[in-house]
C-alpha cells in the first residue's frame, strides 16, 4: 500500500494495483459513429467545382460501408444545437444573420452575402446543417463522456474550426469542435481538453475561443510557409503560445514547405505532441480531422498517406481513458479523403494500424526548424519538453559550435491585403495535370497493397503446467519460483480472458530451434543434467552467474522456447494477431555458450533466429523492457542488422546486474549490426511510467518506425514494476498496457509479449494482465502520469532520465536519420521581439551589441539561406488565397 497525502491533514491509502483491480469488470464500449445523409444537401449553386462539395461526404461513407465499418459502430441519431449551445461560443448577431439565409432560393442575393466573407458560400439548407453539424459533435462527446461509448467520429459537414465568434470563415459557420468543448467545460465540468487539429488550414477559430484557457490545450499542424498560405496569419506561427493563464498551452506548429510526409507528422507526434499530452493528462480528446495533408489534396499539397493516419491517432487511444473524438474538416481530393476517414474509424474500432506500404520518409529540414522553434518557445512551460539543451545568447559569439545550435527564426511574407469582397467563382485551384495522374496512380497502388485483412484471433497464448516443475531445491525463497507463471495464469482466468485467445497447444523446441540462438555444446550441456542429483546440479550451477538447476530445467527449458515458437508460427500464419506467452524459465541473459541470470536458453533471441529462417523476415524488432539488461540477447545480435535489439534497464553506472559496460547508451553493435543495439540506460532508481513514456515516444518509436519491423518481440520483464523487490521502479500495471498500446501500431500488430523476469507475483500478474487486455483490444486505465510530472521541485529519477536520453539521442543520431534533429541545442530564453519579423537570434546580437552585418551573417550560418525577411512576397508570385 502506498501512502498519498490528501486533502488537509487527511491521507487517503490507495493501493497500488487499484487501477488494475478496477479494469477487471471494464469492457470495450462500442464505437460511436454520428452522421445525417441530408448533409449531402450543401453546396454551392453558383461553382459547381467548388471543393467543399458533397461528394466530400458521401464518399467517406461509401468507403466505410465498403469496408464494413459503419455496421461495427454504434450508429448515433444526429441532433440540432439549440440557439443556446450555439450562443456559448457565438454571438446572437451570428446565429442570426445565418438563421435569415435558411430556405432562402436567390442565388444572386446569397453569392453577394456570401462574397463579404473569406471562402464561404451560402445554400438554402446551410442554416440548419450548420446547427446539425454541431448537434452532432454536441451529442457524439455527450456519448464519451456519459462512458455510453468507448469513442467516435462525426463524420459531418460543414466543418468548423475556422469559424469564429462573429464571422464565417473558411466553409465554417459554427465551431463544432469549440461548441462541444465548451459544453464539456459548461456541462460535464471537465478540466483538461486536448484538441488536436492536423487539417492542413490553422484553424484560428478555434484557436481564439481557447487562447487564454488553461483547461484546453489547442494543437494545430498546418501549412504556413511564413504567412503566404491562408489564412495568413501572424497568430498562425509558432510564437503564438497562448495568454493570460493559457500561456503554453497553445501549440502552433508552421509547415514552411509543401510535400510534408509520414515521417514528419510522426514526427511531430512523437517528438511534441504526444510528451505534451501525456504531461497534460486530459480527460478527453477531440480530433479536428481535416485529411487536406494527405497525399493528392490540391489544398495541402502534402503527401501524408491515408494509411498513415490511424498511425497518428493509435497512441492518443490509451490516453484519457480512451475517450477520443474524431471530427471531420477539410479534406479535397476524394481518394485520399474517403481512405483516410475511414482507416480511421477502423482504427477507433480497434483494427490493428494498417502497414505503411512505403518506407517512412525522414524529417524534412523544414520541419526540422518549425518543430524544434515551437518546442524551445514551450520549453519554459511543460517539463517533458526538455531534452534538448539549451545555450544562452553569448554562446552566438563562438562561431565554432553553431552547428550545435538552433536558433528560433521568424520569417515573414504574409498573404494578400483584407478585401471588401471575396471571390465566390472559380475558387478551385487544381494541381497540373501530370501531378493529378501520378497521385491518383500512387493512391491507387497504396490502396491495392495496404493489407486489411484480421486474423481470426486477436491474441493466441503460450503457457503449460509443466514449466512449474523448474525450481530452487536448495533455495525455497528464491525469486525465480514457479508460481510466477501460476499467478498469472490464474489471473488471466479470474479476469476472463483465457477464453478470449486461442490456447497454444505446448511443444519442445528442438536441438537445431534451439541452436539457432545457442552453440550445440551449450545445448548438451543443460540436456546431460537430466535427472542428475540435487548436491550434482548444485555444483554445476555454480560455475554460472546466478544459476540454478533442476533435475527438469532442460524439459522446461526447452518447452518454455517451443512456446514462443508457436506463438511466432500462430502469428505468423495469419491465425492471429498477436501473442502473449507466459513461460519460465526466462531468457534473455542466456549467452551463446552458456546459461546466466535465472537465464537457461534465450526464448526470444531463438523465437527471431526462427523468425528469420523460417519466414523469411528481413527485420524483427526486439523491445527489452526487463529491468535488467539482456546481456544475452544482446551479444547474439551484435552484428546482425536482420534485427534490431533495444534495452531499457536499471545501469546505475556499470553497478547493476548484470554489471559492466555492456549496457552503457554508447554500445550500439558491431560490424554489419553497427547500429541495430539500442540501450537505453537509467542511472537512477525509481524511474515510473512518465521516464518510460519519453523514452518510448521520443527515441524507442521514431526508431521502430524507421527500422519499419515486420514483427516484434517484447522481452517482458516486469521488474522495473511497482512493487518489485529487486528493480527499485515505479513502471504501474496500466503503464505497461500503454507501452504495449504503442507497440502494437507497428508491423500491422504482429506483437509477442514473452515473459523475462519479475519476482513480486501481483506486480507480474497485474502487469501481464494488463498487456493480454491491451492486446484483446479490452479497456485499460490510463496511467496518471501528470502527477509525476509537475512535481515540484523535480524528482530525481526524472532528471537522470533526460541525463540518460540526452545521451543516447546524441549516439543514436549517428545511426537513425529520424534523430537527426534532436542534437541541436536550443535557446535558453527564446525571445521574440515586438516586431513580428525580429528573432532570437536578432535580439540577442542587438542586445550583445552586435552588428547587423555579424547578424546577417550569424543568421546564414546557423539557419542557411533563407528569403527577404521583408513583407513582401517574392518576386512575381501570386497572393495565394485559399481556393
Given at each position: 500500500m502506498l501512502k498519498n497525502q490528501g486533502c488537509g491533514s487527511q491521507e487517503s491509502v490507495t493501493d497500488i494495483f487499484q487501477n488494475a483491480v478496477n479494469s477487471k469488470s471494464l469492457v470495450r464500449k462500442p464505437t460511436a459513429l454520428i452522421y445525417d445523409e441530408s448533409m449531402s444537401q450543401h453546396c454551392c449553386l453558383w461553382d459547381k467545382e467548388h471543393y467543399e462539395c458533397p461528394e466530400r461526404f458521401t464518399r467517406v461513407l461509401e468507403r466505410c460501408r465498403e469496408l464494413n465499418l459503419t455496421e461495427r459502430c454504434l450508429e448515433l441519431p444526429s441532433r440540432s444545437a439549440t440557439k443556446d449551445e450555439i450562443l456559448r461560443l457565438h454571438t446572437e448577431e451570428h446565429f442570426e444573420r445565418l438563421k435569415e439565409t435558411s430556405g432562402i432560393r436567390d442565388d444572386e442575393r446569397m453569392e453577394e452575402l456570401s462574397s463579404r466573407y473569406d471562402s464561404i458560400y451560402i445554400h438554402p439548407s446551410t442554416f440548419e446543417l450548420s446547427l446539425l453539424a454541431s448537434g452532432s459533435t454536441i451529442e457524439l462527446v455527450d456519448h464519451l463522456v456519459a462512458g455510453k461509448a468507448q469513442n467516435g467520429m462525426a463524420i459531418i459537414r460543414p466543418p468548423g474550426h475556422h469559424a469564429m465568434k462573429a464571422e464565417y470563415n473558411g466553409y465554417c459557420f459554427f465551431n463544432n469542435v469549440a461548441l462541444a468543448t465548451q459544453h464539456a467545460l459548461d456541462v460535464h465540468k471537465l478540466q483538461r481538453i486536448l484538441i488536436i487539429d492536423y487539417d492542413v488550414h490553422h484553424g484560428q477559430g478555434t484557436q481564439r475561443f481557447f487562447y487564454n484557457d488553461p483547461r484546453v490545450v489547442y494543437f494545430s499542424i498546418h501549412r504556413f510557409e511564413h504567412g503566404s498560405f491562408w489564412p495568413h496569419l501572424h497568430e498562425s506561427d509558432y510564437h503564438a503560445i497562448g495568454s493570460g493563464a493559457g500561456t503554453g498551452y497553445n501549440f502552433n506548429v508552421p509547415l514552411n514547405a509543401t510535400g510534408m510526409t509520414n515521417g514528419d507528422y510522426l514526427a511531430i507526434f512523437q517528438q511534441l505532441l504526444l510528451p505534451v499530452a501525456l504531461e497534460f493528462q486530459p480527460e478527453l480528446i477531440i480530433v479536428s480531422a481535416g485529411y487536406d495533408a494527405a497525399l493528392g489534396c490540391p489544398e495541402g499539397e502534402m503527401e501524408v498517406t491515408p494509411a498513415c493516419y490511424p498511425h497518428l491517432l493509435n497512441p492518443l487511444l490509451r490516453l484519457a481513458d480512451a475517450r477520443v473524438a474524431v471530427v471531420l474538416e477539410g479534406g479535397y481530393?476524394?481518394?485520399?479523403?474517403?481512405?483516410?476517414?475511414?482507416?480511421?474509424?477502423?482504427?477507433?474500432?480497434?483494427?490493428?494500424?494498417?502497414?505503411?506500404?512505403?518506407?517512412?520518409?525522414?524529417?524534412?529540414?523544414?520541419?526540422?526548424?518549425?518543430?524544434?522553434?515551437?518546442?524551445?518557445?514551450?520549453?519554459?512551460?511543460?517539463?517533458?519538453?526538455?531534452?534538448?539543451?539549451?545555450?544562452?545568447?553569448?554562446?552566438?559569439?563562438?562561431?565554432?559550435?553553431?552547428?550545435?545550435?538552433?536558433?528560433?527564426?521568424?520569417?515573414w511574407i504574409g498573404g494578400p491585403p483584407p478585401m471588401d469582397r471575396y471571390p465566390t467563382r472559380d475558387t478551385a485551384i487544381p494541381l497540373p495535370p501530370e501531378k493529378l495522374t501520378s497521385n491518383a496512380a500512387r493512391l491507387q497502388v497504396l490502396r491495392a497493397e495496404t493489407k486489411l485483412s484480421v486474423p481470426s484471433f486477436k491474441v493466441c497464448y503460450a503457457y503449460d503446467a509443466q514449466m512449474l516443475l523448474h525450481c530452487n531445491l536448495n533455495d525455497t525463497g528464491h525469486p525465480e519460483q514457479p508460481s510466477r507463471i501460476q499467478h498469472i495464469h490464474k489471473m488471466h482466468d479470474d479476469y476472463g480472458l483465457l477464453k478470449q485467445m486461442k490456447q497454444l497447444s505446448p511443444r519442445a523446441a528442438t536441438t537445431d530451434e534451439v541452436c539457432l540462438a545457442h552453440t550445440r555444446a551449450h545445448v548438451n550441456t543443460v540436456r546431460r543434467l537430466l535427472g542428475r542429483e540435487p548436491k550434482e546440479l548444485h555444483d554445476a550451477a555454480g560455475i554460472y552467474n546466478s544459476v540454478y538447476l533442476h533435475p527438469r530445467t532442460?524439459?522446461?527449458?526447452?518447452?518454455?522456447?517451443?512456446?514462443?515458437?508457436?506463438?511466432?508460427?500462430?502469428?505468423?500464419?495469419?491465425?492471429?494477431?498477436?501473442?502473449?506467452?507466459?513461460?519460465?524459465?526466462?531468457?534473455?541473459?542466456?549467452?551463446?555458450?552458456?546459461?546466466?541470470?535465472?537465464?537457461?536458453?534465450?526464448?526470444?533471441?531463438?523465437?527471431?533466429?526462427?523468425?528469420?529462417?523460417?519466414?523469411?523476415?528481413?527485420?524483427?524488432?526486439?523491445?527489452?523492457?526487463?529491468?535488467?539488461?539482456?546481456?544475452?540477447?544482446?551479444?547474439?545480435?551484435?552484428?546482425?542488422?536482420?534485427?534490431?535489439?533495444?534495452?531499457?534497464?536499471?545501469?546505475?553506472?556499470?553497478?547493476?546486474?548484470?554489471?559492466?559496460?555492456?549496457?552503457?547508451?554508447?554500445?550500439?553493435?558491431?560490424?554489419?549490426?553497427?547500429?541495430?543495439?539500442?540501450?537505453?540506460?537509467?542511472?537512477?532508481?525509481?524511474?515510473?511510467?512518465?521516464?518510460?513514456?519519453?523514452?518510448?515516444?521520443?527515441?524507442?518509436?521514431?526508431?521502430?518506425?524507421?527500422?519499419?519491423?515486420?514483427?516484434?518481440?517484447?522481452?517482458?520483464?516486469?521488474?522495473?514494476?511497482?512493487?518489485?523487490?529487486?528493480?527499485?521502479?515505479?513502471?504501474?500495471?496500466?503503464?505497461?498496457?500503454?507501452?504495449?498500446?504503442?507497440?502494437?501500431?507497428?508491423?500491422?500488430?504482429?506483437?509477442?509479449?514473452?515473459?523475462?523476469?519479475?519476482?513480486?507475483?501481483?506486480?507480474?500478474?497485474?502487469?501481464?494482465?494488463?498487456?493480454?487486455?491491451?492486446?484483446?483490444?479490452?479497456?485499460?486505465?490510463?496511467?496518471?502520469?501528470?502527477?509525476?510530472?509537475?512535481?515540484?521541485?523535480?524528482?530525481?529519477?526524472?532528471?537522470?532520465?533526460?541525463?540518460?536520453?540526452?545521451?543516447?539521442?546524441?549516439?543514436?543520431?549517428?545511426?537513425?536519420?529520424?534523430?537527426?534533429?534532436?542534437?541541436?541545442?536550443?535557446?535558453?530564453?527564446?525571445?521574440?521581439?515586438?516586431?513580428?519579423?525580429?528573432?532570437?537570434?536578432?535580439?540577442?546580437?542587438?542586445?550583445?551589441?552586435?552588428?547587423?552585418?555579424?547578424?546577417?551573417?550569424?543568421?546564414?550560418?546557423?539557419?542557411?539561406?533563407?528569403?527577404?525577411?521583408?513583407?513582401?512576397?517574392?518576386?512575381?508570385?501570386?497572393?495565394?488565397?485559399?481556393?
Amino acid at each position: 500500500m502506498l501512502k498519498n497525502q490528501g486533502c488537509g491533514s487527511q491521507e487517503s491509502v490507495t493501493d497500488i494495483f487499484q487501477n488494475a483491480v478496477n479494469s477487471k469488470s471494464l469492457v470495450r464500449k462500442p464505437t460511436a459513429l454520428i452522421y445525417d445523409e441530408s448533409m449531402s444537401q450543401h453546396c454551392c449553386l453558383w461553382d459547381k467545382e467548388h471543393y467543399e462539395c458533397p461528394e466530400r461526404f458521401t464518399r467517406v461513407l461509401e468507403r466505410c460501408r465498403e469496408l464494413n465499418l459503419t455496421e461495427r459502430c454504434l450508429e448515433l441519431p444526429s441532433r440540432s444545437a439549440t440557439k443556446d449551445e450555439i450562443l456559448r461560443l457565438h454571438t446572437e448577431e451570428h446565429f442570426e444573420r445565418l438563421k435569415e439565409t435558411s430556405g432562402i432560393r436567390d442565388d444572386e442575393r446569397m453569392e453577394e452575402l456570401s462574397s463579404r466573407y473569406d471562402s464561404i458560400y451560402i445554400h438554402p439548407s446551410t442554416f440548419e446543417l450548420s446547427l446539425l453539424a454541431s448537434g452532432s459533435t454536441i451529442e457524439l462527446v455527450d456519448h464519451l463522456v456519459a462512458g455510453k461509448a468507448q469513442n467516435g467520429m462525426a463524420i459531418i459537414r460543414p466543418p468548423g474550426h475556422h469559424a469564429m465568434k462573429a464571422e464565417y470563415n473558411g466553409y465554417c459557420f459554427f465551431n463544432n469542435v469549440a461548441l462541444a468543448t465548451q459544453h464539456a467545460l459548461d456541462v460535464h465540468k471537465l478540466q483538461r481538453i486536448l484538441i488536436i487539429d492536423y487539417d492542413v488550414h490553422h484553424g484560428q477559430g478555434t484557436q481564439r475561443f481557447f487562447y487564454n484557457d488553461p483547461r484546453v490545450v489547442y494543437f494545430s499542424i498546418h501549412r504556413f510557409e511564413h504567412g503566404s498560405f491562408w489564412p495568413h496569419l501572424h497568430e498562425s506561427d509558432y510564437h503564438a503560445i497562448g495568454s493570460g493563464a493559457g500561456t503554453g498551452y497553445n501549440f502552433n506548429v508552421p509547415l514552411n514547405a509543401t510535400g510534408m510526409t509520414n515521417g514528419d507528422y510522426l514526427a511531430i507526434f512523437q517528438q511534441l505532441l504526444l510528451p505534451v499530452a501525456l504531461e497534460f493528462q486530459p480527460e478527453l480528446i477531440i480530433v479536428s480531422a481535416g485529411y487536406d495533408a494527405a497525399l493528392g489534396c490540391p489544398e495541402g499539397e502534402m503527401e501524408v498517406t491515408p494509411a498513415c493516419y490511424p498511425h497518428l491517432l493509435n497512441p492518443l487511444l490509451r490516453l484519457a481513458d480512451a475517450r477520443v473524438a474524431v471530427v471531420l474538416e477539410g479534406g479535397y481530393c476524394l481518394d485520399s479523403l474517403a481512405e483516410g476517414a475511414a482507416l480511421t474509424l477502423r482504427s477507433l474500432l480497434g483494427d490493428p494500424c494498417p502497414p505503411l506500404v512505403e518506407t517512412v520518409p525522414l524529417p524534412r529540414a523544414e520541419l526540422a526548424q518549425a518543430l524544434l522553434s515551437c518546442i524551445a518557445v514551450h520549453r519554459p512551460h511543460w517539463r517533458c519538453l526538455q531534452l534538448q539543451q539549451t545555450y544562452d545568447c553569448v554562446e552566438l559569439q563562438d562561431r565554432d559550435k553553431e552547428e550545435d545550435l538552433h536558433t528560433v527564426l521568424r520569417h515573414w511574407i504574409g498573404g494578400p491585403p483584407p478585401m471588401d469582397r471575396y471571390p465566390t467563382r472559380d475558387t478551385a485551384i487544381p494541381l497540373p495535370p501530370e501531378k493529378l495522374t501520378s497521385n491518383a496512380a500512387r493512391l491507387q497502388v497504396l490502396r491495392a497493397e495496404t493489407k486489411l485483412s484480421v486474423p481470426s484471433f486477436k491474441v493466441c497464448y503460450a503457457y503449460d503446467a509443466q514449466m512449474l516443475l523448474h525450481c530452487n531445491l536448495n533455495d525455497t525463497g528464491h525469486p525465480e519460483q514457479p508460481s510466477r507463471i501460476q499467478h498469472i495464469h490464474k489471473m488471466h482466468d479470474d479476469y476472463g480472458l483465457l477464453k478470449q485467445m486461442k490456447q497454444l497447444s505446448p511443444r519442445a523446441a528442438t536441438t537445431d530451434e534451439v541452436c539457432l540462438a545457442h552453440t550445440r555444446a551449450h545445448v548438451n550441456t543443460v540436456r546431460r543434467l537430466l535427472g542428475r542429483e540435487p548436491k550434482e546440479l548444485h555444483d554445476a550451477a555454480g560455475i554460472y552467474n546466478s544459476v540454478y538447476l533442476h533435475p527438469r530445467t532442460f524439459d522446461c527449458a526447452t518447452l518454455a522456447a517451443g512456446l514462443v515458437l508457436q506463438a511466432v508460427d500462430s502469428v505468423l500464419r495469419g491465425e492471429s494477431r498477436s501473442g502473449i506467452c507466459n513461460v519460465r524459465p526466462p531468457g534473455h541473459h542466456a549467452e551463446q555458450d552458456h546459461p546466466h541470470g535465472f537465464c537457461i536458453f534465450n526464448n526470444v533471441a531463438i523465437a527471431a533466429q526462427y523468425a528469420i529462417r523460417d519466414f523469411g523476415l528481413e527485420r524483427v524488432l526486439i523491445v527489452d523492457w526487463d529491468v535488467h539488461h539482456g546481456n544475452g540477447t544482446q551479444h547474439i545480435f551484435e552484428s546482425n542488422p536482420k534485427v534490431l535489439y533495444i534495452s531499457l534497464h536499471r545501469y546505475e553506472h556499470g553497478s547493476f546486474f548484470p554489471k559492466g559496460p555492456d549496457g552503457n547508451f554508447d554500445v550500439v553493435g558491431k560490424g554489419a549490426g553497427r547500429g541495430f543495439n539500442v540501450n537505453i540506460p537509467w542511472n537512477k532508481k525509481g524511474m515510473g511510467d512518465l521516464e518510460y513514456a519519453l523514452a518510448f515516444q521520443q527515441l524507442i518509436m521514431p526508431i521502430a518506425y524507421e527500422f519499419n519491423p515486420q514483427l516484434v518481440l517484447v522481452s517482458a520483464g516486469f521488474d522495473a514494476a511497482i512493487g518489485d523487490p529487486l528493480g527499485g521502479c515505479k513502471v504501474t500495471a496500466e503503464g505497461y498496457g500503454m507501452l504495449t498500446h504503442w507497440l502494437s501500431a507497428l508491423a500491422s500488430g504482429r506483437i509477442i509479449v514473452c515473459l523475462e523476469g519479475g519476482y513480486n507475483v501481483n506486480s507480474i500478474s497485474y502487469a501481464m494482465t494488463m498487456c493480454t487486455k491491451t492486446l484483446l483490444g479490452d479497456p485499460v486505465p490510463t496511467p496518471q502520469l501528470g502527477a509525476t510530472a509537475l512535481q515540484k521541485p523535480p524528482t530525481v529519477a526524472f532528471q537522470s532520465c533526460v541525463e540518460s536520453l540526452q545521451q543516447c539521442l546524441q549516439v543514436q543520431r549517428n545511426h537513425w536519420r529520424s534523430l537527426e534533429f534532436v542534437g541541436r541545442r536550443l535557446p535558453r530564453d527564446p525571445v521574440v521581439g515586438e516586431n513580428n519579423n525580429e528573432d532570437f537570434l536578432t535580439a540577442s546580437l542587438r542586445h550583445l551589441n552586435i552588428s547587423n552585418d555579424d547578424a546577417t551573417a550569424a543568421a546564414g550560418g546557423l539557419a542557411g539561406d533563407r528569403p527577404d525577411c521583408g513583407d513582401e512576397r517574392p518576386s512575381g508570385s501570386k497572393p495565394k488565397v485559399k481556393h
